[in-house]
T-cell receptor, first 116, second 112 residues
Framework: KAGVTQTPRYLIKTRGQQVTLSCSPISGHRSVSWYQQTPGQGLQFLFEYFSETQRNKGNFPGRFSGRQFSNSRSEMNVSTLELGDSALYLC???????????????FGPGTRLTVL | DQQVKQNSPSLSVQEGRISILNCDYTNSMFDYFLWYKKYPAEGPTFLISISSIKDKNEDGRFTVFLNKSAKHLSLHIVPSQPGDSAVYFCAASGFRDDKIIFGKGTRLHILP
């Protein structure tokens, strides 16, 4: 069974630009969550999508948005990039996104975004 | 406001000994707790979880203890092995929603 894939793996952008990251969940998983990992803040929850609907949202500005397609693939978009957006962006998928050891999240390898 | 705290950024343990990683939380609404392990250049991988109705959950060399009154949980690894060297994240979620809140992580070094 293929794992969670994220593209691209590395990205370099300049301030003010926008970026779109992609995540393909494990087959059969309908929940996709996005996290930002920085050295000082650890993993911070961005949002979660389930059946093409945003179900949960973290405390990030509106420049961070996402969507999910009918095949459960998800994209995350960051507009008007700032230097502080440099981070590892992780995507995780699970069957339903609900709690329970049977429904653990599987993480992708992440996209390393550098904003210059 | 950090709801899940891992106060030790790093920990070094001799191979074969017990590793104890600690985690504190502030939100009494959390009812499900998880530990993840992360190697460099990889995404975190799920290790073990515990529901708030339990105080202990064991899986092989890994045991998680939950002390609800102290809002504290710990991960015990016995015996510690070189492959256990990684960053460990404590995480929690509440019954209102399934949003998972992570701590900042503890880097564990297993010494030969």
């Amino acid at each position: 069974k293929a794992g969670v894939t994220q593209t691209p793996r590395y990205l370099i952008k300049t301030r003010g630009q926008q970026v779109t990251l992609s995540c393909s969940p494990i087959s059969g998983h309908r929940s996709v969550s996005w996290y930002q990992q920085t050295p000082g803040q650890g993993l911070q929850f961005l949002f979660e999508y389930f059946s093409e609907t945003q179900r949960n949202k973290g405390n990030f500005p509106g420049r961070f948005s996402g969507r999910q397609f009918s095949n459960s693939r998800s994209e995350m978009n960051v507009s008007t990039l700032e230097l502080g957006d440099s981070a590892l962006y992780l995507c995780a998928s699970s069957r339903t996104g609900r709690k329970g050891s049977y429904n653990e999240q599987f993480f992708g390898p992440g996209t390393r975004l550098t904003v210059l | 406001d950090q709801q899940v705290k891992q106060n030790s950024p790093s920990l070094s343990v001799q191979e074969g000994r017990i590793s104890i990683l600690n985690c504190d939380y502030t939100n009494s609404m959390f009812d499900y707790f998880l530990w993840y392990k992360k190697y460099p250049a990889e995404g975190p991988t799920f290790l073990i979880s515990i529901s708030s109705i339990k105080d202990k959950n064991e899986d092989g060399r890994f045991t998680v203890f939950l002390n609800k009154s102290a809002k504290h949980l710990s991960l015990h690894i016995v015996p510690s092995q070189p492959g256990d060297s990684a960053v460990y994240f404590c995480a929690a979620s509440g019954f209102r929603d399934d949003k998972i809140i992570f701590g900042k992580g503890t880097r564990l070094h297993i010494l030969p």
